[in-house]
């Protein structure tokens, strides 16, 4: 069918409708018009004269299904504005002339779906990153790798250009040395390795006089060009996250452990919560998981038996290790090894250390969720006004919480209208996100209002919830520790938390 013959039809078709008829469909001599009015627009259907109605009708219905999930607005500027997108939806509705059998959301999926040009795109995008991050490495290597041979150079090494007395007076006043003629020492009880001591030792006897200052003007600087720089800051104006690379030196690391844990004992009570809230009120999961563990850094401190008092909540069912003498436990609230002339094993600070104890936690009763969240989505006219609160128990006091509310696609970020806190808007996964550093008795309840194009409610679920606190439901603490070869017991620190594992309001 010719572009004249189309136009044709298209101008014939106002001039056929009768003012205050009830009829969807007019008929001429060679084609049928099946029409349905959309507000002050018609949605219009041609056909031949041999096609069935019925069919045709229900092709119509479908389309007209459709108009308002893409269109901004149903008039002539909201569908000029989208209207590649209804073609793309009408072409999966209609091929070669006859209705395919497709839903409404079948269509969306359809059209959702990525293309090749677009992965083409994202896969050059990704390139460039990589390559970006590349170059910086390798510039970063050379540059040290420079500092190596400058300092091999000098006479007097690391200690002559930047001053032996500056090094030992800083790091006393770190309370890291203690002896009084200069260096680490070994007495320092922080376990820093030889490298350190080494380094201290070739420092004694020089004077900080005769230590000479680097020459002005040859300083190494390290840092991206001007064109890496516009390209990472592009990327952070989209929502991409931006992880910069350090390569801390050996010192630093050194220096970094001596401030990690010291005490010889450690014992982490941790819990994880699962929590599914329905968005129209009440609770479909409550489950929270317990672990105790223990951490134990030198192994003559192995020889030992933990006591616990647990909380009184009734609902908390706990549950030992295999290797823990359970009759123990059961009677005395002690966690021991059912060996007793078997010491527990250790590890260093970055270990997860040793599981003694399990627990978990059902419930039904709301009045046990830490955190609710109601959203009221509303259409009216051109916009969507969504409306979010929270409440919060007074069990807990919760740190860095995180509500990530999803959005339809959106061409502009959304206008915040109202919020107790911070957000942010992540374009690329179209997620805005409400901040709130600490929830206590200051501020149990809060709000935010935005607003967005129009969408449809469901849209705004499922919501995704993250915080912490420095408090659990079992309440558990350590009493004391026993130690089973005599003596005094070891000094011991306990580490409690709650965090959320799986939190969100569907």
């Not at 001596?258 to 609770?283: C, S, Y």
């Amino acid at each position: 069918m010719s572009r004249i013959r189309i136009e044709g039809l298209l101008a014939a078709f106002p001039k056929l409708i009768g003012i205050g008829k009830q009829h969807t469909y007019v008929e001429t001599e060679n084609v049928r018009y099946v029409y349905q009015p959309i507000e002050a627009l018609y949605l219009l259907l041609v056909t031949n004269k041999q096609s069935n109605i019925l069919d045709d009708l229900e092709t119509l219905r479908l389309l007209s299904k459709l108009v308002p999930e893409y269109a901004m607005s149903l008039d002539e500027e909201g569908i000029c504005q989208t209207a590649f997108e209804l073609i793309f939806a009408f072409d999966e509705v209609i091929s070669l002339g006859h209705k395919e059998n497709v839903t409404v959301a079948q269509v969306k999926q359809y059209c959702e779906m990525e293309s090749h040009e677009e992965k083409l795109h994202k896969l050059l995008l990704q390139n460039k990153i990589d390559e970006t991050k590349r170059r910086m490495k390798e510039e970063a290597s050379k540059i040290d790798q420079m500092k190596i041979e400058k300092n091999r150079g000098n006479k007097g090494g690391f200690m002559s250009s930047m001053g032996s007395g500056r090094i030992e007076s800083s790091f006393s006043d770190m309370s890291i040395s203690s002896g009084g003629g200069g260096g680490f020492g070994s007495g320092s009880g922080f376990g820093l390795t030889n490298d350190i001591d080494s380094f201290a030792s070739k420092s004694k006897g020089r004077q900080p006089s005769s230590a000479t200052a680097p020459p002005k003007g040859l300083g190494m600087k390290l840092g991206k060009n001007q064109r890496a720089n516009q390209f990472l800051e592009s990327l952070k104006a989209e929502g991409e996250m931006i992880v910069e690379d350090a390569q801390p030196s050996k010192l630093s690391s050194h220096i970094a452990a001596a401030h990690q844990q010291t005490d010889p004992v450690t014992l982490t009570a941790e819990e994880k919560l699962n929590v599914t809230l329905k968005r129209d009120g009440g609770m479909s999961n409550f489950d929270v998981q317990g672990q105790l563990s223990l951490q134990i850094l030198n192994p003559e401190d192995g020889l030992i038996q933990v006591q616990i008092e647990a909380g009184g909540n009734p609902g908390v069912i706990f549950k030992t290790h295999p290797n823990m003498n359970k009759e123990l436990f059961a009677n005395e609230n002690i966690l021991g090894l059912r060996d007793p002339s078997r010491p527990f094993p250790t590890g260093q600070t970055g270990d997860a250390g040793v599981g003694l104890l399990k627990w978990r936690m059902q419930s039904a009763d709301e009045s046990m969720v830490p955190l609710t969240i109601n959203c009221w989505p509303s259409v009216s006219g051109n916009e969507t006004f969504v409306s979010i609160e929270y409440e919060a128990s007074s069990m807990f006091d919760l740190r860095n919480v995180a509500i990530s509310v999803p959005l339809p696609a959106l061409r502009e970020p959304p206008s915040v209208r109202q919020i107790d806190g911070e957000w942010r808007y992540d374009s690329r996964n179209s997620i805005l996100e409400w901040s709130i550093l600490l929830i206590d008795n200051s501020n149990r309840s809060g709000s935010m209002e935005f607003v967005v194009p129009p969408a449809d409610s469901s849209s705004f679920f499922p919501i995704s919830v993250r915080f912490s606190a420095t408090s659990t439901y079992s309440e558990l603490k350590v009493v004391n520790i026993l130690p089973l070869k005599g003596g005094a017991p070891p000094k011991f620190s306990q580490r409690t938390q709650l965090i959320t594992e799986n939190y969100q309001v569907a």
